[in-house]
């Protein structure tokens, strides 16, 4: 009987141990509580829509392309190790302004009325607003879109440089938006829009994806890509911004960007 009372209390005592340890926060892992021997590094958080090959895409679980490999150079010069967080292209402004990420990096066109809301740093890439059509399509060069008696239905990767000039230009009527430059294509193919007014680098990669389509040699719309930074965030600012000339002067952006564009 005595035997079995202490095995009771041993039980109770072990089942109170197990209960307080797994209370305790500082059992529980947490990365931002900084190890003493090895300084933890500082994330850098990139916010981007990884739906936009060269810049940035998915190969299996990880993005790759041209701005992630910018970013990581980037990171790597702050000392810093980067974190890509994905969403919707129209949601990156917001995030950055509201701090949920430090950055926005996602073949970003600068804008004039994107610059009120946040800043841009020195450019790094230039873009190319194409169109894409169906081969055979009777839509041959950008001013047939603007023909008189034309009605066709443009297709475009929501809250994009190609969706606000397309509805400035054709009215939201004839404008019809998706997620993402990949659903607009798909669309296109099945037949129910006429054409899709997206960057040229991701138009290339759509177009190989996808049989039966092309890309109009007419330009649209000619664009410089920078990096935007909630502002008064000067001094990260000035960091990413610094960053980015270097990579530019001793020609690693070029490198990344051969290696990506062919
Ligand atoms: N250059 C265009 C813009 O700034 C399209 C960018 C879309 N980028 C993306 N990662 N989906 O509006």
């Given at each position: ?22 209370c ?29 090959q ?15 490999e ?15 967080v994905?969403m ?14 430090d950055?926005?990096m996602?073949g ?8 009120k809301?946040?800043?841009f ?6 873009g ?23 009605s ?28 993402n430059?990949?659903e607009a294509?798909l ?8 054409c ?5 680098e ?6 190989q994806?996808?049989?039966g ?40 952006v ?9």
């Amino acid at each position: 009987m005595k035997k079995f009372t202490k095995m009771i209390a041993l039980v109770l005592v072990c089942g109170m141990l197990f209960c307080l340890a797994a209370c305790d926060p500082a059992s529980t892992p947490d990365n931002s509580t900084p190890d003493s021997s090895t300084p933890a590094q500082q994330t850098l958080k990139m916010g981007t829509n990884a739906y936009f090959q060269p810049y940035e895409y998915y190969e299996g679980s990880k993005i790759i392309g041209i701005d992630a490999e910018i970013a990581e150079a980037i990171a790597g010069k702050l000392g810093m190790k980067l974190e890509i967080v994905d969403m919707k292209f129209d949601a990156i402004i917001t995030a950055v302004q509201e701090g949920s990420v430090d950055f926005g990096m996602a073949g970003m066109t600068v804008k004039e009325d994107r610059l009120k809301e946040v800043d841009f740093t020195t450019s790094y890439a230039t873009g190319v607003q194409v169109i894409i059509v169906k081969e055979g399509s009777p839509i041959t060069t950008v001013d047939d879109l603007y023909a008189e008696d034309a009605s066709y239905k443009v297709g475009v990767q929501l809250g994009t440089t190609g969706d606000l000039y397309c509805t400035e230009d054709f009215g939201s009527e004839n404008v019809i938006t998706y997620a993402n430059g990949n659903e607009a294509v798909l669309a296109l193919v099945g037949g129910s829009i006429d054409c899709v007014v997206i960057d040229n680098e991701p138009a290339k990669a759509l177009v190989q994806a996808n049989a039966g389509l092309q890309i109009l040699d007419s330009h649209y719309a000619d664009e410089d890509y920078a990096i935007c930074i909630k502002k008064g965030n000067k001094d990260l600012y000035d960091k990413i911004n610094a960053a980015i000339a270097e990579l530019i002067n001793d020609g690693t952006v070029d490198q990344i960007l051969a290696k990506y564009i062919h």
